[in-house]
Protein backbone atom coordinates (compact mmCIF):
# COMPACT_ATOMS: atom_id res chain seq x y z
CA UNK A 1 0.00 0.00 0.00
CA UNK A 2 1.30 3.47 -0.79
CA UNK A 3 2.65 5.51 1.97
CA UNK A 4 1.33 9.11 2.98
CA UNK A 5 4.47 10.26 1.63
CA UNK A 6 4.28 8.57 -1.56
CA UNK A 7 1.11 9.87 -2.11
CA UNK A 8 2.17 13.09 -2.06
CA UNK A 9 5.24 12.56 -4.01
CA UNK A 10 2.67 11.35 -6.83
CA UNK A 11 -0.15 14.10 -6.09
CA UNK A 12 2.83 16.90 -6.62
CA UNK A 13 2.81 16.61 -10.38
CA UNK A 14 -0.53 16.10 -10.89
CA UNK A 15 -1.23 19.08 -8.99
CA UNK A 16 1.30 20.99 -10.90
CA UNK A 17 -0.44 19.60 -14.40
CA UNK A 18 -4.19 20.90 -12.75
CA UNK A 19 -2.50 24.21 -12.90
CA UNK A 20 -0.94 24.61 -16.23
CA UNK A 21 -4.20 23.28 -17.59
CA UNK A 22 -5.91 25.97 -15.50
CA UNK A 23 -3.83 28.81 -16.93
CA UNK A 24 -6.01 29.61 -20.39
CA UNK A 25 -9.50 28.51 -18.68
CA UNK A 26 -8.51 30.91 -15.66
CA UNK A 27 -7.96 33.69 -19.39
CA UNK A 28 -10.92 32.55 -21.02
CA UNK A 29 -13.29 33.13 -17.83
CA UNK A 30 -11.55 36.40 -16.52
CA UNK A 31 -12.78 38.86 -15.60
CA UNK A 32 -16.17 37.73 -14.21
CA UNK A 33 -16.31 40.81 -12.11
CA UNK A 34 -15.35 44.03 -11.47
CA UNK A 35 -11.60 45.23 -11.57
CA UNK A 36 -10.74 47.70 -9.27
CA UNK A 37 -7.62 50.35 -9.93
CA UNK A 38 -5.55 51.68 -7.00
CA UNK A 39 -4.10 54.72 -8.34
CA UNK A 40 -1.18 56.89 -6.24
CA UNK A 41 -2.60 60.21 -7.18
CA UNK A 42 -5.70 62.30 -6.74
CA UNK A 43 -8.56 62.48 -8.46
CA UNK A 44 -8.89 64.83 -11.74
CA UNK A 45 -4.67 64.87 -12.41
CA UNK A 46 -3.54 63.98 -15.59
CA UNK A 47 -3.18 60.37 -14.90
CA UNK A 48 -6.67 59.72 -13.45
CA UNK A 49 -8.60 61.22 -16.36
CA UNK A 50 -6.50 58.75 -18.27
CA UNK A 51 -7.23 56.10 -16.31
CA UNK A 52 -11.08 56.73 -16.18
CA UNK A 53 -11.53 56.87 -19.88
CA UNK A 54 -9.42 54.19 -20.67
CA UNK A 55 -11.42 52.16 -17.95
CA UNK A 56 -14.49 52.87 -20.36
CA UNK A 57 -12.72 51.48 -23.37
CA UNK A 58 -11.83 48.54 -21.22
CA UNK A 59 -15.29 47.45 -20.36
CA UNK A 60 -16.64 47.74 -24.13
CA UNK A 61 -14.00 45.46 -24.41
CA UNK A 62 -14.00 42.55 -21.34
CA UNK A 63 -17.44 43.39 -20.16
CA UNK A 64 -16.13 44.70 -16.87
CA UNK A 65 -15.61 48.04 -14.90
CA UNK A 66 -12.94 49.20 -14.09
CA UNK A 67 -13.22 50.82 -10.60
CA UNK A 68 -10.65 53.80 -9.91
CA UNK A 69 -9.91 53.51 -6.32
CA UNK A 70 -7.42 57.10 -5.70
CA UNK A 71 -4.95 56.62 -3.16
CA UNK A 72 -2.72 59.49 -2.90
CA UNK A 73 -0.62 61.14 0.09
CA UNK A 74 2.08 59.43 2.45
CA UNK A 75 4.67 60.16 -0.04
CA UNK A 76 3.20 57.85 -2.58
CA UNK A 77 3.78 55.04 -0.37
CA UNK A 78 -0.25 54.52 0.29
CA UNK A 79 -0.74 53.55 -2.70
CA UNK A 80 1.94 50.80 -2.96
CA UNK A 81 1.46 49.10 0.16
CA UNK A 82 -2.52 48.59 -0.97
CA UNK A 83 -1.28 47.03 -4.51
CA UNK A 84 1.58 45.30 -2.28
CA UNK A 85 -1.08 43.74 0.23
CA UNK A 86 -4.07 43.15 -2.60
CA UNK A 87 -4.92 39.52 -3.48
CA UNK A 88 -3.54 38.42 -6.60
CA UNK A 89 -6.42 37.23 -8.52
CA UNK A 90 -6.60 39.40 -11.15
CA UNK A 91 -9.54 41.92 -9.42
CA UNK A 92 -7.27 44.39 -8.29
CA UNK A 93 -4.42 46.37 -10.98
CA UNK A 94 -2.36 49.26 -9.71
CA UNK A 95 -1.61 52.51 -11.89
CA UNK A 96 1.29 53.88 -10.09
CA UNK A 97 3.73 56.42 -10.89
CA UNK A 98 8.01 56.09 -10.64
CA UNK A 99 8.44 57.71 -6.92
CA UNK A 100 6.06 54.27 -6.02
CA UNK A 101 7.78 52.10 -7.84
CA UNK A 102 11.34 52.99 -7.98
CA UNK A 103 12.46 56.15 -6.04
CA UNK A 104 10.75 55.51 -2.91
CA UNK A 105 13.50 52.41 -2.42
CA UNK A 106 16.28 55.46 -1.84
CA UNK A 107 14.13 57.94 -0.13
CA UNK A 108 12.95 56.02 2.75
CA UNK A 109 14.73 53.62 5.03
CA UNK A 110 11.86 51.15 5.07
CA UNK A 111 9.04 50.77 3.08
CA UNK A 112 5.83 48.67 3.70
CA UNK A 113 6.01 46.94 0.02
CA UNK A 114 9.40 45.89 -1.58
CA UNK A 115 9.28 47.46 -5.01
CA UNK A 116 11.21 45.20 -6.95
CA UNK A 117 9.40 42.24 -5.58
CA UNK A 118 5.55 43.11 -4.94
CA UNK A 119 4.26 43.91 -8.06
CA UNK A 120 4.01 42.52 -11.66
CA UNK A 121 4.21 44.70 -14.24
CA UNK A 122 1.67 44.82 -16.90
CA UNK A 123 3.09 47.69 -19.28
CA UNK A 124 4.22 51.49 -19.23
CA UNK A 125 1.38 53.63 -19.97
CA UNK A 126 3.02 56.38 -21.02
CA UNK A 127 5.59 59.42 -20.29
CA UNK A 128 4.51 62.60 -19.25
CA UNK A 129 6.42 65.52 -21.04
CA UNK A 130 7.61 68.13 -18.49
CA UNK A 131 7.76 71.36 -20.21
CA UNK A 132 9.62 74.61 -18.72
CA UNK A 133 7.98 77.53 -19.42
CA UNK A 134 8.06 81.24 -18.13
CA UNK A 135 5.81 84.00 -18.06
CA UNK A 136 4.93 85.77 -21.37
CA UNK A 137 5.37 88.96 -19.41
CA UNK A 138 9.35 87.95 -18.66
CA UNK A 139 9.70 88.72 -22.05
CA UNK A 140 12.20 85.69 -22.51
CA UNK A 141 12.12 83.13 -25.34
CA UNK A 142 15.07 81.22 -24.35
CA UNK A 143 17.43 79.62 -21.50
CA UNK A 144 19.96 81.87 -22.23
CA UNK A 145 18.21 85.00 -22.11
CA UNK A 146 16.37 83.17 -18.79
CA UNK A 147 19.77 83.15 -17.27
CA UNK A 148 20.87 87.12 -18.54
CA UNK A 149 17.34 88.31 -16.95
CA UNK A 150 18.59 86.22 -14.08
CA UNK A 151 21.56 87.62 -13.34
CA UNK A 152 20.68 91.32 -13.76
CA UNK A 153 18.10 90.22 -10.80
CA UNK A 154 19.76 87.84 -8.55
CA UNK A 155 17.42 86.19 -5.84
CA UNK A 156 14.00 87.88 -6.99
CA UNK A 157 12.84 84.97 -9.64
CA UNK A 158 11.33 82.14 -8.53
CA UNK A 159 10.24 78.49 -10.02
CA UNK A 160 8.28 75.65 -8.98
CA UNK A 161 9.21 72.02 -10.12
CA UNK A 162 7.72 69.43 -8.47
CA UNK A 163 10.03 66.40 -8.49
CA UNK A 164 13.83 66.13 -7.53
CA UNK A 165 15.48 65.47 -11.27
CA UNK A 166 13.38 68.97 -12.24
CA UNK A 167 14.27 70.78 -9.12
CA UNK A 168 18.02 69.29 -10.19
CA UNK A 169 17.99 70.86 -13.44
CA UNK A 170 17.68 74.29 -11.48
CA UNK A 171 20.70 73.66 -9.08
CA UNK A 172 22.90 72.99 -12.43
CA UNK A 173 21.43 76.06 -14.25
CA UNK A 174 22.38 78.11 -11.10
CA UNK A 175 25.22 76.82 -10.98
CA UNK A 176 26.45 76.68 -14.82
CA UNK A 177 25.49 80.52 -14.95
CA UNK A 178 26.07 81.90 -11.95
CA UNK A 179 22.04 82.92 -11.61
CA UNK A 180 20.55 83.02 -8.37
CA UNK A 181 16.79 81.64 -9.21
CA UNK A 182 14.30 80.90 -5.94
CA UNK A 183 12.52 77.61 -5.64
CA UNK A 184 9.15 77.82 -4.67
CA UNK A 185 7.35 74.74 -3.20
CA UNK A 186 5.04 72.98 -5.23
CA UNK A 187 1.45 73.07 -4.02
CA UNK A 188 -0.34 71.44 -7.12
CA UNK A 189 -0.76 72.14 -10.88
CA UNK A 190 -3.58 74.16 -10.72
CA UNK A 191 -1.86 76.68 -7.93
CA UNK A 192 1.32 76.50 -9.89
CA UNK A 193 0.05 77.62 -13.39
CA UNK A 194 -2.01 80.38 -11.10
CA UNK A 195 1.05 81.47 -9.95
CA UNK A 196 3.19 81.51 -13.07
CA UNK A 197 -0.10 83.29 -15.31
CA UNK A 198 0.07 86.31 -12.09
CA UNK A 199 4.01 86.52 -11.98
CA UNK A 200 4.57 85.69 -8.62
CA UNK A 201 6.41 82.90 -9.71
CA UNK A 202 7.01 83.12 -13.59
CA UNK A 203 9.12 80.10 -14.07
CA UNK A 204 8.00 76.69 -13.68
CA UNK A 205 9.16 73.15 -15.03
CA UNK A 206 6.32 70.47 -14.66
CA UNK A 207 3.75 68.68 -17.04
CA UNK A 208 2.97 70.10 -20.55
CA UNK A 209 -0.88 69.03 -19.78
CA UNK A 210 -1.04 71.82 -17.62
CA UNK A 211 0.07 74.48 -20.14
CA UNK A 212 -1.20 73.80 -23.30
CA UNK A 213 -4.17 76.21 -23.08
CA UNK A 214 -1.71 79.32 -21.90
CA UNK A 215 0.94 78.47 -24.14
CA UNK A 216 -1.53 78.54 -27.43
CA UNK A 217 -2.89 81.70 -25.66
CA UNK A 218 0.28 83.28 -25.47
CA UNK A 219 0.28 83.64 -21.49
CA UNK A 220 3.34 81.86 -21.61
CA UNK A 221 6.57 80.99 -23.43
CA UNK A 222 7.61 77.08 -23.21
CA UNK A 223 11.73 77.71 -23.76
CA UNK A 224 12.42 73.73 -23.58
CA UNK A 225 11.17 69.78 -22.84
CA UNK A 226 12.03 67.00 -21.53
CA UNK A 227 11.76 64.27 -23.95
CA UNK A 228 14.17 62.70 -26.61
CA UNK A 229 12.30 64.45 -29.26
CA UNK A 230 10.14 67.66 -29.54
CA UNK A 231 6.42 67.55 -28.76
CA UNK A 232 3.82 67.29 -31.61
CA UNK A 233 2.09 69.89 -29.85
CA UNK A 234 4.84 72.39 -29.62
CA UNK A 235 7.10 71.32 -32.38
CA UNK A 236 9.14 74.86 -32.14
CA UNK A 237 9.80 74.00 -28.62
CA UNK A 238 13.71 72.78 -28.07
CA UNK A 239 14.35 69.50 -25.50
CA UNK A 240 17.25 70.11 -23.49
CA UNK A 241 19.20 67.71 -25.29
CA UNK A 242 19.13 70.02 -28.38
CA UNK A 243 20.12 72.89 -25.79
CA UNK A 244 23.31 71.15 -24.57
CA UNK A 245 21.83 70.03 -21.23
CA UNK A 246 23.01 66.13 -21.70
CA UNK A 247 22.65 65.42 -17.82
CA UNK A 248 19.85 62.93 -17.88
CA UNK A 249 16.70 63.49 -16.22
CA UNK A 250 14.69 60.74 -14.88
CA UNK A 251 11.39 60.35 -17.05
CA UNK A 252 7.60 61.09 -15.32
CA UNK A 253 5.62 57.73 -15.92
CA UNK A 254 2.56 55.94 -15.06
CA UNK A 255 2.53 51.90 -15.37
CA UNK A 256 0.10 49.09 -14.98
CA UNK A 257 1.43 46.93 -12.42
CA UNK A 258 -0.39 43.94 -10.91
CA UNK A 259 0.34 42.39 -7.05
CA UNK A 260 3.03 40.25 -7.51
CA UNK A 261 1.29 36.89 -7.49
CA UNK A 262 -1.39 37.54 -10.83
CA UNK A 263 -1.45 34.43 -13.05
CA UNK A 264 0.02 35.09 -16.21
CA UNK A 265 -2.82 34.58 -18.48
CA UNK A 266 -4.29 37.33 -16.52
CA UNK A 267 -1.42 39.38 -16.52
CA UNK A 268 -1.25 38.98 -21.03
CA UNK A 269 -5.25 39.28 -20.81
CA UNK A 270 -5.14 43.24 -19.78
CA UNK A 271 -2.02 43.75 -21.61
CA UNK A 272 -3.02 42.39 -24.64
CA UNK A 273 -6.96 44.38 -24.37
CA UNK A 274 -5.10 47.43 -23.01
CA UNK A 275 -2.41 48.44 -25.67
CA UNK A 276 -5.04 46.94 -28.33
CA UNK A 277 -6.79 50.52 -26.73
CA UNK A 278 -3.90 52.80 -26.34
CA UNK A 279 -2.84 51.57 -30.32
CA UNK A 280 -6.15 52.63 -31.69
CA UNK A 281 -5.34 55.64 -33.76
CA UNK A 282 -8.21 58.02 -32.29
CA UNK A 283 -7.85 56.90 -28.74
CA UNK A 284 -3.92 57.98 -29.07
CA UNK A 285 -4.87 61.16 -30.73
CA UNK A 286 -7.50 62.45 -28.33
CA UNK A 287 -6.53 60.65 -24.85
CA UNK A 288 -2.74 60.71 -24.99
CA UNK A 289 -0.90 62.93 -27.69
CA UNK A 290 -2.97 66.13 -27.30
CA UNK A 291 -2.67 65.52 -23.69
CA UNK A 292 0.95 66.35 -23.40
CA UNK A 293 1.42 62.61 -23.31
CA UNK A 294 4.05 60.25 -25.20
CA UNK A 295 2.49 56.95 -25.46
CA UNK A 296 4.46 53.69 -24.68
CA UNK A 297 2.36 50.28 -24.30
CA UNK A 298 5.36 48.05 -24.10
CA UNK A 299 5.52 44.69 -22.61
CA UNK A 300 5.48 43.18 -19.43
CA UNK A 301 9.11 42.20 -20.08
CA UNK A 302 9.87 45.44 -21.59
CA UNK A 303 8.45 47.69 -18.83
CA UNK A 304 10.50 45.08 -16.41
CA UNK A 305 13.98 46.13 -18.35
CA UNK A 306 12.65 50.00 -17.63
CA UNK A 307 11.92 50.11 -14.55
CA UNK A 308 15.57 48.31 -13.75
CA UNK A 309 17.53 50.58 -15.55
CA UNK A 310 15.29 54.12 -14.23
CA UNK A 311 16.36 52.38 -10.80
CA UNK A 312 19.98 53.10 -11.68
CA UNK A 313 19.33 56.11 -13.08
CA UNK A 314 17.23 57.19 -10.03
CA UNK A 315 19.92 55.86 -7.13
CA UNK A 316 22.25 58.15 -9.01
CA UNK A 317 20.20 61.49 -8.98
CA UNK A 318 18.96 61.21 -5.26
CA UNK A 319 22.57 61.05 -4.83
CA UNK A 320 23.28 63.75 -6.52
CA UNK A 321 20.89 66.20 -4.89
CA UNK A 322 23.03 64.80 -1.29
CA UNK A 323 19.31 63.35 -0.16
CA UNK A 324 19.53 61.12 2.56
CA UNK A 325 16.81 58.08 3.36
CA UNK A 326 14.08 59.08 5.73
Known amino acids: MPTGISLARRAVPLVLFAAALSGPAVAADYPSRPIRAIINVSAGGTADVFARTLGEELHRRLGQPLIIDPRPGGGFIVAGRACADAEPDGYTVCILSGETLVYNEFLFKRLPYDPRKDFAPITNFFFNTQAL ?72 FFGLANF ?115
Do not use: C, W
Request: glycine share 10%; aromatic share 6%; proline share 8%.
Open 212 to 326: IEHLRGGALTGLSVDGAARSPLFPDIPTLRELGYTDEITRQYFGLVAPAATAAPIIARLHDAIVGIMNEPEFRQRNLIERGLEPIGDTPDAFARFLAQDRVLSERVVKEAGLQPQ
Open 133 to 204: VVSAALGVHSLPELAALAKAKPGTLAYVAPSIPLGLFFDRFNRQNGTDLVRIPFKGGGEAVSGILSGTTPIA
